[in-house]
């Protein structure tokens, strides 16, 4: 199967990458080529399969709940693009 | 020096026949001479400082005292970083164009384990940018060129650390694998690079790309190199919670393996149509000497390996596109100048901070995790996963290592593929199952092509048989000299 316009649209605005126009077909086009590779995993016969999500088959490991993190917040916020009072700053999305 | 092996340089440091601020400024010196042509480093000049303050702290503690005790086993000696290890103070950029300013506030495991180990930083290495491509021309710095033909690929996405440890720029350096990132830039470049068992090797502090898959591995000159570099990467981080609690072994004991008896499994798919005569004649070569010294040949049909690059491009994607959302010009990265609201923010940040390939990765990963089609793509793959896993099991049923080519081809010239993903895909074919089923495999030099372009051999093991990889590894270097040879546009 093959990806139309508007599918392409909207997976640029679920990842949040715009696309220019004139990339669009460039674009629109490598995806499927790359979707027609993948194709050949779709028709094998996988029923009663488990999905394999580990390579090794392992479970999470879980820690015990203690504080591990101590406060860094000036030095991690010293690599924001904008930052007062100790907050990140970003467009205003509440009118 | 810049041609000696890790040993060697140890044994020169140790007996003081060389300072490290000596032996760092002679890679240093190599580095500036070599970099502006191979783009090896990304921003050398940036690191050569820190490298040199590292070495004469390194000389200070080797002088302070006069038994051995608390100098580590790479006291003094340089090593090059992929630039997708976190190293603190330093760019950290995973080649690409939204890390361009950023300096990590830490250091990654590995990074600290060598600083325990003595090891000095020479520098960041450039590579596909996110570790995203087989050639190193989706770094935002520029592609990589080979060191034994220039206007060819080095083979990627550790492609700088291949270019730098093949050229003498650096006696041994790190890298990741995903789907092959450290061997076939290794196999492409006429080095050694090894991927170690999934669990192995702390991802802490590693830019993640597709986390069921990332590892973190050593590039070398030789096996040997490869088995000092395993000693210091692997051992068990709580900070990665896929690390795995195993008592620690001594890689370089295992070398010495013995061969009469090993079973070598070569699968017919992996010397199918469409390898290379050059590939196909080196690695035929190589498994020849392997049973001449005893060991035995299995004749294997692993007719699944078709289905691995294409189970792949659905996994490795879509963990990208899920590990890649943390890039939102919010909290680190490049933020874009102009934007009319919160998401367009986003959305321009992400557009001019990311390359092609890695939005093209992020778009396939969005489309194969998305509502109606996860299942038909998503978990489809994930069962793919397991029927080729389950697969290679079995095969080690029958055989103890399994043997081929790294790659179908030699290293290819620069643009030859870079239009046209599929096929830049396609030519992860060999490296891509292990990954897939967690296994641990290392490339090495087993010859040349008529070109003159080096041929890599692929040997995959068991999970955590790193030690049995190493010593075939390096009994076959005993007996050849591919992986002494210097690389021909480049002369010492």
Redesign the interface.
Same mark, same amino acid.
């Given at each position: 199967m093959s990806l139309s316009d508007d599918q392409v649209q909207r997976l640029a605005r679920l990842a949040r990458i715009a696309i220019r126009p004139e990339e669009f077909e460039p674009v629109l086009e490598r995806l499927n080529s790359v979707l027609r590779l993948v194709d050949e995993m779709r028709r094998v016969d996988t029923a009663g399969v488990e999905p394999m999500a580990h390579p090794l088959d392992a479970v999470q490991r879980l820690r015990e709940d203690a504080v591990t993190e101590s406060d860094q917040r000036d030095l991690y916020q010293a690599l924001a693009s904008a930052v007062e009072g100790g907050l990140y700053l970003v467009p205003k999305v509440i009118e | 020096m810049l041609n000696s092996s890790l040993t060697e340089i140890s044994a020169a440091l140790a007996a003081r026949s060389i300072s490290s601020v000596e032996l760092t400024g002679l890679f240093l010196d190599r580095i500036a001479e070599l970099n502006g042509e191979l783009k090896a480093f990304i921003w050398p000049e940036k690191t050569r400082d820190i490298a040199l303050e590292q070495a004469r702290r390194a000389d200070e503690r080797r002088a302070g005292r006069g038994n051995a005790g608390d100098t580590g086993p790479l006291t003094g000696i340089p090593i090059a970083f992929k630039d997708i290890y976190c190293t603190r103070g330093v760019h950290t950029t995973c080649g690409s164009r939204i890390l361009q300013n950023?300096?990590s506030?830490y250091d990654a495991h590995v990074v600290e384990q060598f600083y325990r180990a003595g090891a000095v930083l020479l520098g960041k290495c450039n590579m596909d940018q996110f570790a995203m491509g087989s050639s190193n021309e989706s770094s935002y710095f520029g592609p990589v060129r080979n060191p034994w033909a220039k206007n060819r690929v080095p083979g990627g996405s550790s492609g700088g650390s291949a270019a730098a440890v093949a050229a003498r720029m650096a006696p041994a350096a790190t890298g990741t694998d995903t789907g092959g990132s450290t061997r076939q830039p290794a196999a492409f470049s006429g080095i050694c690079g090894l991927r170690p068992t +999934? *669990?192995l090797v702390s991802r802490y502090g590693l830019v993640a790309f597709a986390s069921?898959?990332d590892q973190a591995g050593p590039l070398a000159r030789s096996a040997a190199d490869l088995a000092l570099m395993l000693n210091v990467m692997a051992g068990f981080d709580?900070r990665d919670?896929?690390s795995?609690d195993r008592p620690k072994e001594d890689y370089t004991k295992a070398l010495d393996a013995k061969l009469k008896g090993v079973r070598i499994g070569i699968p017919r798919e992996y010397l199918a149509e469409g390898i290379e005569p050059g590939v196909r004649e080196g690695v035929e070569q190589a498994v020849s000497w392997f049973t001449a010294q005893g060991a035995v040949r299995v004749e294997l049909q692993l007719p699944l390996t078709?289905?691995a690059?294409? $189970?792949y491009?659905?996994i490795a994607p879509a963990e990208a596109?899920s590990n890649l #959302?943390r890039f939102?010009?919010?909290?680190? *990265?490049?933020?874009a100048k102009e934007? $009319?609201?919160? !998401?367009?923010?986003?959305?321009?940040t992400?557009?001019e901070g990311?390359g092609d390939e890695v939005?093209?990765r !992020?778009?396939?990963g969005?489309?194969?995790l #998305?509502h109606g089609y996860y299942d038909? +793509?998503y978990? /489809? $793959? /994930?069962?793919?996963?397991?029927?080729i896993?389950q697969d290679l099991l079995r095969a080690f049923e029958r055989c103890d290592v399994i043997v081929g080519p790294t790659a179908p081809t030699t290293a290819f010239e620069i643009g030859a593929k870079a239009d046209?993903?599929?096929q830049m +895909?396609?030519g992860d074919i060999f490296t891509i199952p292990a990954?897939?089923? *967690?296994l641990p495999a290392l490339s090495i030099p087993c010859g040349f092509d008529a070109a003159g372009l080096p041929v890599g051999l692929q040997l995959m093991g068991r999970?955590f048989s790193e030690g049995l990889l190493l010593g075939a590894a390096h009994r076959y270097q005993q007996a050849t000299d591919w992986h002494l040879r210097v690389p021909t546009e480049t002369p010492l």
């Open positions: - | 950023f300096v506030p +999934y *669990g069921s898959l709580a919670s896929t795995v078709r289905l690059v294409p $189970a491009y659905v596109s #959302s939102d010009g919010v909290r680190y *990265g490049h933020r934007y $009319a609201d919160l !998401i367009d923010m986003y959305c321009r992400r557009a990311f939005k093209r !992020i778009l396939v969005t489309y194969v #998305s038909a +793509y978990l /489809q $793959a /994930q069962k793919v996963r397991r029927l896993a046209d993903p599929v +895909y396609l990954p897939l089923a *967690g999970h």
